[in-house]
């Protein structure tokens, strides 16, 4: 069984700060790309970042230069380092991955971006 845990979301201000997780199980974590999309309200869900198993990564336009997506193969965990948060940052950040041909997502953990 394919699970996917997402921690590290809160409250910060513009400009600031923070480290999204994900821990996965139930996969050979190693061979999967690993992607962090997100969905803020009243918006359709949009890929963030992505990381193959090369260690090659890819970015929304929108977060260039601000957020770092890595993974650690020996922990099952792929992060995203998000700085100089925006406002429209704001979302629910969801990790995923697809093995065959069925997509996994964790429960989603909140970042609102706010004075």
């Known amino acids: 069984q394919v699970q996917l845990v997402e921690s590290g979301g809160g409250l910060v201000q513009p400009g600031g700060s923070l480290r999204l997780s994900c821990t996965a199980s139930?996969?050979?974590?190693?061979?999967?790309?690993m992607n962090w999309y997100r969905q803020a309200p009243g918006k359709q869900r949009e890929l963030v970042a992505a990381?193959?198993?090369?260690?090659?990564?890819n970015y929304v336009d929108s977060v260039k230069g601000r957020f770092t997506i890595s993974r650690d193969n020996t922990k099952s965990t792929v992060s995203l380092q998000m700085n100089s948060l925006k406002v429209e940052d704001t979302a629910v950040y969801y990790c995923?991955?697809?093995?065959?041909?069925?997509?996994?997502w964790g429960q989603g953990t909140q970042v609102t971006v706010s004075s």
């Open positions: 995923n991955t697809i093995r065959g041909t069925t997509g996994y």
């Open positions: 990381i193959n198993s090369a260690y090659t990564t």
């Open positions: 139930g996969i050979m974590f190693g061979i999967h790309i």
